[in-house]
């Protein structure tokens, strides 16, 4: 990850001074700060991880692709008492640049600027070390290397954008060293059920936790998952660290793992190796437990039917018996065995008549409906009735599902059911009715609705050819 280049700063009247006057001869070439509309420069540092003290060390600074370089100016920062600046090359041999004269500058304590000027107008074009820069180590401890300014111009005196690197860190008479802190896993969605367990068909992701205890930072740490268990993949089996500083914790996140579907319980033994360029190895080991799905059920359906106890107009209308239909499957791989399902009633509105269901067994993977729950749903009942439905099994369990079932008010209605005509007292019993003979009427009528009428009155009228004669 590379960070923009500041171009201004805020030191001292005299760094400042300083640096005017070393700039004056190099950069009058630099007049417009316009940027030209290209890829920034990336400048890096090239450094030893780790010295002893006494010893004196070159860092290289270097460039990414460049065209038409005129003029450069580059400062380094270093911590003084640590490291301490000896040298500065005078020119670019054994460079892109070819011999370009190099004006160095340390009048700074805890800095180093360099001070670049191509011949000509036309600038070179190329990559590769730009100064080379001697250091004495005289301190023991971690110094970090970084390039606090730069500034690079082409012939036309416009400036060329740059980028920098992750500055590196040198260690001098001291190292790093690895601990584990801690190690956990997550198993969000998608891939994972989220309940913090391994288990079988799952993505977990892993994260661990070390700490740099050592007294000097770490260059090029990498950290790394491994693991001979066949019911593992490492999907994503690595960290990277440019630097890891002395005495800092750090979380490696994303590690990313899939357990096997097929993977039987048990235990599972990872390896994390931390390496880096000036430390290391270091290896700890994570014992991932990997546990069988919980058993489980699911609510797949309910509804009430009322073809057989009511007027089997699929609704549960007031004052009706109605048989209740709950469907459940087994989601899980075990078989359960002598389940019970229990119906009951929240906040009345229906009264339970047959609220148990028993099975001896129930196998995995099957969805069964419970039949023979039967309620009376109450008279005054109207908009809902909420049911409750708890299930035991003697190796899983319990569940309890919560269920609304609609009450529908049926209309206000009489139905015809039968219409005859009787004469034995009236006429002469023959079971028809003759000219001139009296007949009685009987006219059967069902009350269809849920409501019970008052002071009824059943009138009989007689049409002939459509008029009426009664």
């Not at 009706?320 to 929240?346: C, H, P, W």
Request: net charge negative.
């Amino acid at each position: 990850m590379t960070n923009a280049i500041s171009q201004s700063r805020s030191r001292s009247g005299y760094g400042v001074g300083r640096r005017m006057l070393l700039a004056v001869g190099v950069l009058a070439v630099l007049i417009s700060r316009s940027a030209l509309a290209a890829d920034p420069v990336v400048v890096g540092l090239v450094a030893p991880a780790s010295i002893a003290v006494g010893e004196t060390f070159t860092v290289e600074v270097t460039v990414g692709a460049v065209a038409a370089l005129d003029a450069a100016h580059v400062i380094l920062e270093f911590d003084p008492a640590v490291v301490e600046y000896v040298s500065g090359s005078e020119s670019t041999a054994a460079t892109f640049l070819g011999g370009a004269p190099i004006t160095p500058n340390a009048g700074i304590e805890g800095e180093f600027g360099a001070l670049i000027n191509v011949s000509g107008i036309d600038g070179v074009s190329g990559e590769g070390v730009l100064v080379r820069v001697d250091f004495r180590a005289v301190g023991t401890g971690s110094s970090g290397l970084a390039i606090q300014y730069a500034f690079f111009g082409d012939g036309g005196a416009r400036e060329i954008p740059s980028t920098v690197g992750v500055p590196p860190v040198v260690n001098v008479g001291v190292g790093p060293s690895m601990s584990l802190r801690n190690a956990w896993l997550y198993d969000p969605a998608p891939g994972g059920n989220g309940d913090g367990l391994g288990n079988p068909g799952e993505r977990l992701r892993l994260r661990v936790r070390i700490r740099n205890d050592g007294p000097g930072g770490a260059q090029n740490v990498r950290v790394t998952l491994t693991s001979d268990d066949p019911g593992l993949t490492l999907l994503v089996a690595e960290v990277a660290h440019p630097t890891w500083p002395a005495k800092e914790a750090r979380n490696n996140n994303d590690l990313l793992i899939e357990i096997a579907s097929d993977a039987p319980p048990h235990e599972a033994i990872l390896t994390v190796t931390v390496t880096a360029d000036n430390g290391g190895p270091w290896q700890f080991t994570y014992t991932l437990p990997i546990v069988p799905l919980p058993p489980s059920l699911s609510s797949r359906n309910f509804w009430g039917r009322d073809k057989v106890t009511g007027n089997a107009d699929g609704d549960a209308n007031p004052g009706e018996r109605v048989e209740i239909k709950a469907r459940i499957r087994n989601e899980g791989d075990t078989e359960f065995q002598n389940v019970v399902a229990t119906l009951s009633v929240d906040g009345g509105g229906a009264t339970v008549v047959n609220g148990r269901v028993t099975h001896s067994t129930w196998p995995a993977g099957a969805a069964l409906n419970n039949d023979g729950l039967v309620v009376d749903i109450g008279a005054a009942a109207s908009g809902s009735v909420a049911f409750t439905l708890d299930i035991t099994a003697d190796n899983g369990g319990p569940w309890q599902f919560t269920y609304t079932l609609p009450v529908v008010a049926l209309p206000l209605s009489m139905g015809s059911r039968s219409f005859w005509a009787r004469d034995k007292v009236t006429g002469n019993a023959d079971g028809d009715a003759n000219p001139g003979e009296r007949v009685e009427i009987k006219a059967r009528i069902k009350n269809e609705g849920a409501t019970d009428y008052q002071n009824v009155v059943a009138t009989l009228r007689a049409y002939l050819n459509q008029r009426s004669v009664l």
